[in-house]
């Protein structure tokens, strides 16, 4: 397993924009997924990346929005989040597994999570 460090939660107004971190020794080798899960509501798949940067994949609700990418020297996945809704309120969290997905069952390492915002 790998040990993931999110960042870059916060407060922002809604329209803004926010980056978040994932960082972790040996991300490289990993498929790296973010997820989302609003109080109240169950964890949800927000984009997920392959290991070299190659393959992408959004949920329909922010294609268009956010962006993922990684940076493999730097050990680093980020989600760039723009245009941000009040719906985007939730904590986020990072995942590491053997292949990109979608389903949350298939991801061996999560992060602790970071809370994001968005006010209107």
């Known amino acids: 397993q790998v040990q993931l460090v999110e960042s870059g939660g916060g407060l922002v107004q809604a329209v803004g924009s926010l980056r978040l971190s994932c960082a972790a020794s040996g991300l490289s080798i990993y498929a790296v997924g973010w997820f989302r899960q609003a109080p109240g509501k169950e964890r949800e798949f927000v984009a997920g990346i392959s290991q070299s940067g190659g393959v992408t994949d959004y949920v329909d609700s922010v294609k268009g929005r956010f962006t993922i990418s990684r940076d493999n020297a730097k050990r680093t996945v980020y989600l760039q989040m723009n245009s941000l809704k009040v719906e985007d309120t939730a904590v986020y969290y990072c995942?590491?597994?053997?292949?990109?997905?979608?389903?949350?069952?298939?991801?061996?390492?999560w992060g602790q999570g970071t809370q994001v915002t968005v006010s209107s």
């Open positions: 995942a590491a597994a053997l292949r990109i997905s979608r389903q949350a069952a298939a991801f061996r390492s």
